[in-house]
């Protein structure tokens, strides 16, 4: 399939570079990344090309001091700008859209509904937001907003602890709120879950967006690559059909594993040829896989047999791709989830020296999101 990322304030910004940068070379899936802000620092900070950046909002009288409702309201007086700004690129033939944005700060969160709206109103494809909600960590001076979670900063004059104006948690709840409705599906990411004992948002960023970009281009890659045709093509209609059209809320997981893919004839490293791969230790290599990417570390924590739907896609060099195995764990998927929408597909990778498992959960229930609701009402 085809996918528009569009990044939207810092933290959109940054994820829309990370998914550029995972983009397989061999198997393209991006028909154009652009990235979104009020600050020009961070535009430039983005290794986009420099004519799919645009900045807004100038003149409006909004800061970074300002509350989220006024910045719902800058996002719906720039949507059809940014409408015309994707149209330097190829927007309509995109099979779908992923807006990009860290809901803990104002300028992603302010603008991402109104500029989803817009989408489904321009365009005849499903428009996707892929959220990084807050973490409850010490108040970082580096980052910016769409970057941290409910804290409190000390000031230097006094040492007192200053509350947060306004917090992350009220702005990711009003986010998701306006988003209800708009979005076809909510993919959400929380920071908090992948931040290491001791590690800050600004430390960890680089590496959670590198996480979270791996497992997208896993999904929306899809199919074969280097002329491999896969047995059971994931295609646009078929993620369409499990993420469906009414904002579900949505969990990604992944688990992968190192093969060996070559062999040299006399043990003297000649004469390379491929390995020829036991039926025994292909289907062991995509159990293990599958169970990582189900039970495994998923990007919003929560109960997989909560899901309404589930699709899997087992990927990696063809001889590894057990038809068998990537049936058998369909079917564990199947009797995982609480809903009777599964699908499952296969994406050849030649040159891949690695078999993974991604795995989507759509209309998932998690606590994660009920614990943010509660500190925005305590707030």
Request: overall charge negative; some cysteine; proline content about 4%.
């Amino acid at each position: 399939m085809q996918l528009e990322v569009i990044g939207v304030g810092g933290a959109g910004c940054r994820i829309a570079d990370a998914i550029r940068a995972a983009e397989p070379a061999d198997h393209s899936f991006l028909t154009d990344v652009f990235v979104f802000d009020t600050d020009a620092a961070t535009l430039r900070r983005t290794v986009v090309p420099e004519s799919h950046r645009h900045r807004y909002g100038q003149g409006t009288g909004i800061d970074a001091d300002d509350d989220l409702e006024r910045r719902f309201e800058m996002g719906e007086t720039h949507a059809e700008e940014l409408l015309e700004a994707l149209a330097q690129g190829a927007p309509h033939e995109a099979d779908a859209f992923l807006v990009a944005v860290g809901l803990g700060g104002a300028t992603g969160g302010g603008t991402a509904p109104a500029l989803v709206a817009a989408l489904q109103r321009r365009y005849d494809a499903p428009v996707y937001v892929l959220a990084t909600l807050p973490a409850d960590r010490e108040f970082d001076p580096d980052a910016d907003a769409g970057d941290t979670g409910p804290h409190s900063r000390t000031t230097a004059a006094t040492g007192n602890a200053e509350p947060p104006q306004p917090t992350a948690a009220s702005n990711a709840v009003a986010t998701m709120e306006r988003l209800e409705g708009l979005a076809s599906a909510v993919v959400c990411f929380d920071n908090e879950a992948w931040l290491r004992p001791g590690e800050t948002v600004a430390d960890a960023r680089d590496r959670c967006n590198r996480e979270l970009a791996g497992r997208v281009a896993a999904v929306f890659a899809g199919g074969g690559s280097d002329g491999s045709v896969a047995q059971n093509v994931i295609d646009a209609s078929d993620i369409e059909r499990i993420l469906g059209n009414e904002s579900a809320i949505v969990a990604l997981g992944y688990g992968d594993q190192d093969v060996e893919t070559s062999s040299s004839r006399f043990g003297l490293g000649l004469l390379s040829t491929d390995r020829d791969v036991e039926t025994s230790e292909a289907v062991s290599a995509v159990e293990t896989v599958v169970r990582k990417g189900t039970h495994g570390k998923l990007s919003l924590e929560c109960d997989p047999e909560t899901a309404a739907r589930g699709l899997l896609v087992v990927g990696g060099p063809p001889t590894w791709l057990n038809r068998q195995a990537i049936a058998e764990g369909r079917r564990a998927l199947q009797s995982t989830v609480s809903g009777n929408g599964v699908l499952g597909g296969d994406a050849p990778r030649p040159d891949d020296e690695t078999v993974f498992a991604a795995v989507v959960l759509a209309g998932v229930e998690s606590e994660r999101l009920e614990e943010l609701r509660a500190a925005d009402r305590a707030v």
